[in-house]
């Protein structure tokens, strides 16, 4: 990590990066506002108090990257404005290189949590993009059981709520041996996503809906409770549109189904007719039983 220290005061700058030094962080020292607008660094320490110079340029060329501003005393020009353009958090001078250090580090991991957190929401998004559950978001209040024939519509579902409730998941899976204990410890601010209820023996369910009393979770059942009056409200969750999954067998009509979806954008209906070895009529056949015509 590459640490870039905006500070007139050449001393100061010098005993910071020298102590920054000492803890394996790559420095570079510039005392004006100008020549620091043609750094390339990760992390800025941003003086507020450089004679006739605004911090505001490098706040706001550089607010993708982590600031921290360095200030004499705390009001809206040397805080509170760059904060809102875009500065992540202040330290009063003097401070202990020790609390500077811990600012740096926490700051390194929220970017890097945001970032995976992005990654993995884009792909997850993407991941279940042609999955349907069919479900009303308006008419679903938690906590539910969701029985389905198909565990990525309740992943979707599940997905769905989150973002409409604007509440984080928890996930949970019952096939883990543990998860008494992590039920137990589902927070109150989040939504319990727990999966594969269908693992649980009779004895078992009872004292899983017993610790989940008072909580907001989505329950998962890829199997239908039968014979079986559970607490909570129960929906089901049935489609007919499954993606091919190598956890699961699909039957001829569905994997048929799954083709034409992925490939009807990539090859013509003659190329893929032939490749699932059937005719054009056939083809057609099968796109007005399923409802799979191009969209134009």
């Known amino acids: 990590m590459k640490i870039v220290i905006v500070e007139s005061e050449l001393y100061l700058a010098q005993s910071i990066a020298a102590k920054l030094t000492e803890h394996n962080f790559e420095t570079e020292i510039y005392s004006s506002i100008k020549d620091a607008l043609h750094s390339d660094g990760d992390t800025y320490l941003l003086s507020t108090s450089i004679s006739g110079q605004s911090c505001m340029p490098v706040v706001k060329k550089f607010r993708d990257k982590i600031i921290i501003l360095m200030v004499n005393y705390i009001n809206n020009d040397t805080v509170g404005e760059p904060m809102r353009h875009g500065a992540h958090d202040y330290i009063v001078k003097p401070f202990m290189i020790e609390d500077l250090i811990r600012k740096i580090e926490h700051h390194r991991t929220v970017c890097m949590l945001e970032r995976s957190n992005t990654f993995f929401e884009a792909y997850t998004r993407d991941l279940l993009d042609q999955v349907e559950h069919g479900q009303a978001l308006g008419d679903i209040t938690l906590p539910i059981i969701l029985q389905t024939n198909y565990q990525r519509a309740a992943d979707k579902l599940a997905l769905d709520i989150s973002y409409a409730q604007e509440q984080p998941l928890v996930y949970l899976s019952l096939d883990s041996p543990d998860w008494p204990e992590k039920v137990r410890k589902l927070p109150a601010q989040a939504i319990g996503y727990i999966t594969h209820l269908e693992k649980l023996k009779k004895g ?42 190598q956890n699961e067998i699909l039957t001829i009509d569905e994997y048929v189904q799954h083709v034409v979806k992925s490939f009807q954008y ?31």
């Not at 909570?232 to 489609?239: A, D, G, L, S, Y």
């Open 204 to 245: 078992e369910r009872e004292s899983l809906y017993a610790a989940l009393e008072g909580k907001e979770f989505l329950l998962t059942s890829t199997v239908a409770l039968e014979d079986e009056e559970p607490p909570f409200e129960v929906i089901t969750v049935t489609t007919k549109n499954k993606l091919y999954d």
């Open 266 to 296: 990539k090859l013509p209906d003659t190329e893929l007719s032939k490749k699932l070895g059937i005719s054009r009529k056939s083809l057609w056949e099968k796109r007005k039983k399923y409802d799979l015509f191009k969209k134009k």
